[in-house]
């Protein structure tokens, strides 16, 4: 994801597909960590940008990307490889798994039930059958 920005400058990427690990009922999605830039450059050069998930993805019960809880890593990752320390004890480490995108980045969330706005996801919930649909 550090060459994306570049590669898109050159022209060399038309459209961006991504994953989600969830999808809040906005369209906030969740992916693992550098989504979120990638966004941001897709935005800036005009290129689409899509997420690609099951439908079962999308958290109804969250209404926003904020009320998504964000695993960290262990900071281990970052610091040390096998028995060697990378950097001086007692410095700080941030290591999230994961970061979230804005809705307003995203062009369209496609999912088996069809591609969707971000905006739109709230409407497009499964509704319950009414007493009289059951019968």
Known sequence: DSMAAHCMKQGLIHAVVVG???????????NKI????VAIAAKAHDIPFFVAAPFSTVDFALAD?????IEERNPVEIYQVGETMLTP????FYNP???VTPAEL???IITE???FAPGDLA???PQPLSSAETR
């Open 65 to 69: 990307g904020n009320k998504i809880p």
């Open 89 to 92: 004890s007692g410095v700080d």
């Open 97 to 99: 798994a994961f970061d």
């Open 34 to 37: 550098g989504t979120y830039s």
């Open 113 to 115: 039930n069809g591609a």
């Open 106 to 108: 995203i062009t369209a």
């Open 20 to 30: 989600a690990d969830r999808i809040a009922a906005n369209g906030d999605t969740a």
């Open 123 to 125: 409407t497009s919930q």
